[in-house]
């Protein structure tokens, strides 16, 4: 398997410009969710997702922020327009079920900067 | 509201030092509590879990036991090594629903040769 795939892994941007993000889930996970790392406030659960249904987005810091998911193999996460604040480590996750024998598996994260 | 309390880092030890990094929760009802570690470059990793009070998650030589009493799933090792330096983070699921993960802020472990 080859686990969450996130891409890209770095991304440099101007203040305005527009950014998406990609997540491709491990094969068959019904949940996948977008975190936000930075050292201030440390990891965010941003949004979630259940068979491709959003469910929670009330960690989405502001209108800039949307996510989608128009199939099960595939979500983005876009910042328009983006600002330097929004510079932050961003996970995708995701797990086969919500119960505790599920673990969830993390991507290995996109590197946004903002300047 | 459910929260994670970790100690704060870096924490440098010498190889095959003992580890212990502490955790306390507060949360409400019996939640599930995790350990997760991040290596350089990478996304988070499960390294071991208890559903239940006073059970004992173990993976590579790491240990917690779920303390219902003190609140608290204090992360131990007996003898560290250089390629166990990464951030660790402690974690708890209240409730059934997925968005109950909480994660508490991290501790990076630096492990001197």
């Known amino acids: 398997d080859a686990g969450v795939i996130q891409s890209p892994r770095h991304e440099v941007t101007e203040m305005g410009q527009e950014v998406t993000l990609r997540c491709k889930p491990i094969?068959?996970?019904?949940?996948l969710f977008w975190y936000r790392q930075t050292m201030m406030r440390g990891l965010e659960l941003l949004i979630y997702?259940?068979?491709?249904?959003?469910?929670?987005d009330s960690g989405m810091p502001e209108d800039r922020f949307s996510a989608k998911m128009p199939n099960a193999s595939f979500s983005t996460l876009k910042i328009q327009p983006s600002e330097p604040r929004d510079s932050a480590v961003y996970f995708c996750a995701s797990s086969l079920s919500s119960g505790n024998n599920s673990p969830l598996h993390f991507g290995n994260g996109t590197r946004l900067t903002v300047t | 509201g459910n929260s994670v309390t970790q100690m704060e880092g870096p924490v440098t030890l010498s190889e095959e030092a003992f580890l212990t990094i502490n955790c306390t929760y507060t949360?409400?009802?019996?939640?599930?509590l995790f350990w997760y570690v991040q290596y350089p470059g990478e996304g988070l990793q499960l390294l071991l879990k208890?559903?239940?009070?006073?059970d004992k998650g173990s993976n590579k030589g790491f240990e917690a036991t779920y303390r219902k009493e003190t609140t608290s799933f204090h992360l131990e090792k007996g003898s560290v090594q250089v390629s166990d330096s990464a951030v660790y983070f402690c974690?708890?699921?209240?409730?059934?629903?997925?968005?109950?993960?909480?994660f508490g802020k991290g501790t990076h472990l630096i492990i001197q040769p």
């Open positions: 997702f259940n068979n491709n249904v959003p469910i929670d």
């Open positions: 949360a409400t009802g019996y939640p599930s």
């Open positions: 208890a559903t239940k009070a006073d």
């Open positions: 094969s068959g996970h019904d949940y």
């Open positions: 974690a708890l699921k209240a409730g059934g629903g997925a968005d109950g993960l909480t």
